[in-house]
């Protein structure tokens, strides 16, 4: 296993949940990407960072934001927060993200994730989770 400094993670799908993730991680500075299909949304994410207001603080989190999959090159882990009906066209674009050893986390609502996955990432590769933290997108942005 490489150490934190090493290893390699995307989050891609930059809606509430895929924005709440990655500013997370960065607070413990860990080094974290953030792939947006959208390259006007990714600059503004890049320049303004992610706004994150809870009931006890506000901060900001500027992970390394990009629309460019190849720029990243093969990651460690590639966590998917795309809509289930984004999941085709998301597979797609990832295809740089994907090295031999790439662990790809599908945290969807739905169903069939599976399946499209696995047109570009082998089974063992792929797992499927549910996280129980909510969020809300204030603006894109």
């Known amino acids: 296993m490489r150490n934190r400094d090493q290893f390699k993670l995307t989050i891609t799908g930059p809606g509430a949940m895929g924005c709440l993730l990655a500013a997370i991680l960065y607070r413990q500075d860990c080094p974290v990407s953030l792939l947006d299909y959208k390259p006007d949304r990714a600059e503004r994410l890049k320049k303004a960072g992610i706004r994150i207001v809870s009931s006890k603080e506000a901060w900001t989190a500027f992970p390394n934001v990009t629309a460019e999959p190849e720029s990243l090159g093969p990651q460690d882990c590639v966590v ?4 289930a009906a984004q999941t085709a066209s998301a597979v797609e674009r990832m295809g740089p993200l994907i090295g031999p050893g790439t662990l790809v986390v599908s945290l969807q609502n739905g169903v069939g994730h599976e399946s499209a996955l696995s ?11 549910v996280t129980l933290h909510g969020a809300t997108l204030l603006n894109e942005g």
């Open 119 to 129: 047109k570009v990432v082998k089974p063992e590769h792929i797992a499927l989770g």
């Open 80 to 83: 998917m927060f795309v809509k």
